[in-house]
């Protein structure tokens, strides 16, 4: 499985930007997809994911601010943000998890930077 991101830039506080992530190759078994983020010199933190069925999973710090959806058949996951705050500037990395038989693979993409400043 491949994962390809894009949608990250520069934003004011307030604003909005929308990621989205494209997945490739073995996509039929993959089960859930998400973002995560990597600000710098802090570990990499959930975000939001998203179960084939439609089940999603929200940080706390992103709760009513961010939306994750998915296209199944487009194998397209994306994150719409909202309201954002300078303390969202991060690096942000999609996620794909494919189950196979009693297996576990996690796939991710290269990172899409979003910055929130003024």
């Known amino acids: 499985v491949q994962l390809q991101a894009s949608g990250g830039g520069l934003v004011q506080p307030g604003g909005s930007l929308r990621l989205s992530c494209v997945a490739s190759?073995?996509?039929?078994?993959?089960?859930?997809m998400g973002w995560y983020r990597q600000a710098l010199g802090k570990q990499r933190e959930l975000v939001a994911t998203?179960?084939?069925?439609?089940?999603?999973n929200y940080a706390d710090s992103v709760k009513d601010r961010f939306t994750i959806s998915r296209d199944n058949v487009k194998n397209m996951v994306i994150l719409e943000m909202n309201s954002l705050k300078p303390q969202d500037t991060a690096v942000y990395y999609c996620?794909?998890?494919?189950?196979?038989?009693?297996?576990?693979?996690?796939?991710w993409g290269q990172g899409t930077l979003v910055t929130v400043s003024s």
């Open positions: 996620k794909a998890v494919r189950q196979v038989a009693s297996t576990r693979y996690d796939y």
């Open positions: 190759g073995f996509v039929s078994s993959i089960n859930v």
């Open positions: 998203i179960t084939r069925g439609g089940s999603t």
